[in-house]
């Protein structure tokens, strides 16, 4: 890890804290090309355009592909808060990107180390660098508290309906 990989990652977490702020599950992406420009960024707009492939790093590729009129994004750096998905690690290693820094791992949908490993399958006609865990305790405490959050609104919810109900009873 680098203190360009830091400053980038903190990029990506303030990406994050938007998507939280929306109520959209926290992950951030940005994409930096080897001058150290960001290229682009963005956070998981799924739930807000009611779209399942909006995740962020979906959408920094789309965008970096739009701005630099190229598919193949060689020599760019993603740096995400989590640990991409299977259709992220796919788009990864579709668009050529050079370089993958995630934060956290993600023991349930993970394509990079944790269920798959899709970028380091050789098979495939690409395989980028993957550098795992930078700001680890940052990117997966903000997913913790997101969640956790979450769980106790949606239980305050459910309370409040089951005392709606009991009152008209």
Known sequence: MTLDDRKYMMMALQEAQKAYDLEEVPIGAVLVDETGQVVARGHNMRETWQDATAHAELIV??????RLARWRLSGLTLYVTIEPCPMCAGAIVMSRLDRVVYGSTDARAGACESVFNI???????????????????ECAGMMKRFFR???????AEAMQKKAERDCCE
Do not use: F, S, W, Y
């Open 61 to 66: 590729i789309q965008e970096a592909c739009r």
């Open 149 to 155: 959050e979450r769980r106790a609104k949606r239980k």
């Open 119 to 137: 970028p380091g399958n050789e098979a495939l006609n690409h395989c980028p660098d993957i550098t795992a865990g930078v700001m680890q305790e």
